[in-house]
T-cell receptor
Framework: GEDVEQSLFLSVREGDSSVINCTYT??????LYWYKQEPGAGLQLLTY?????DMKQDQRLTVLLNKKDKHLSLRIADTQTGDSAIYFC??????????FGTGTKLQVIP | KAGVTQTPRYLIKTRGQQVTLSCSPI?????VSWYQQTPGQGLQFLFE???????NKGNFPGRFSGRQFSNSRSEMNVSTLELGDSALYLC????????????????FGEGSWLTVV
């Protein structure tokens, strides 16, 4: 199957950490991505992880991959109001066919 | 360098008409793909082109078509528009070449907002 699932909504207070979760169904995917979409804009690539990695850290972002459970998470440390957006996880099927999750709307409360 | 450029940004069409959307990839990127984003269906893959050849296609009816030119610019066309075709159409480009997974990431444009009335 090609379903990638995410919770629809997450609300956090400014300064707290945010954790956005994603489950995917095909373990043969080689790359998994996190994209950010602000209102009226396209998708901005935040980070990606190769499937043979467990963790990747990039400044305030930490990606954790549990391949056995097909679970991917994105942790944003010290969440800011500018982080408010919709976050999509995505899995790469090759030939640029990427299956996106349903998106998680992150609301940051000042 | 310039990002992925899509035109037009906004357009309104009537049911039954056809529409052509344009995408200019990042310079040097030869792979271009198209996605449809709707509130109900989310982001869905339409098709991908590399060196003027369609390499992959999603589950959309034949009314949706595309092409790529020798300069890597791409167009997608939707004929006989339906109300359900109202969506944000996103184009993405990548350095990805003949290998299936080359590790080159995908960059998206701002999208073209199509409203069908």
């Amino acid at each position: 199957g090609e379903d990638v699932e995410q919770s629809l909504f997450l609300s956090v207070r400014e300064g707290d950490s945010s954790v956005i979760n994603c489950t995917y169904t095909d373990s043969s995917s080689t790359y998994l991505y996190w994209y950010k979409q602000e209102p009226g804009a396209g998708l901005q690539l935040l980070t990606y992880i190769f499937s043979n990695m467990d963790m990747k850290q990039d400044q305030r972002l930490t990606v954790l991959l549990n391949k056995k459970d097909k679970h991917l998470s994105l942790r944003i440390a010290d969440t800011q109001t500018g982080d408010s957006a919709i976050y999509f996880c995505a899995e790469d099927w090759g030939y640029q066919k990427v299956t996106f999750g349903t998106g998680t709307k992150l609301q940051v409360i000042p | 360098k310039a990002g992925v450029t899509q035109t037009p940004r906004y357009l309104i069409k009537t049911r039954g008409q056809q529409v052509t959307l344009s995408c200019s990839p990042i310079s040097g990127h030869r792979s271009v793909s198209w996605y449809q984003q709707t509130p109900g269906q989310g982001l869905q893959f339409l098709f991908e082109y590399f060196s003027e050849t369609q390499r992959n296609k999603g589950n959309f009816p034949g009314r949706f078509s595309g092409r790529q030119f020798s300069n890597s610019r791409s167009e997608m066309n939707v004929s006989t528009l339906e109300l359900g075709d109202s969506a944000l159409y996103l184009c993405a480009s990548s350095l990805r070449s003949a290998t299936e997974f080359s590790g080159n990431t995908i960059y998206f444009g701002e999208g073209s907002w199509l409203t069908v009335v």
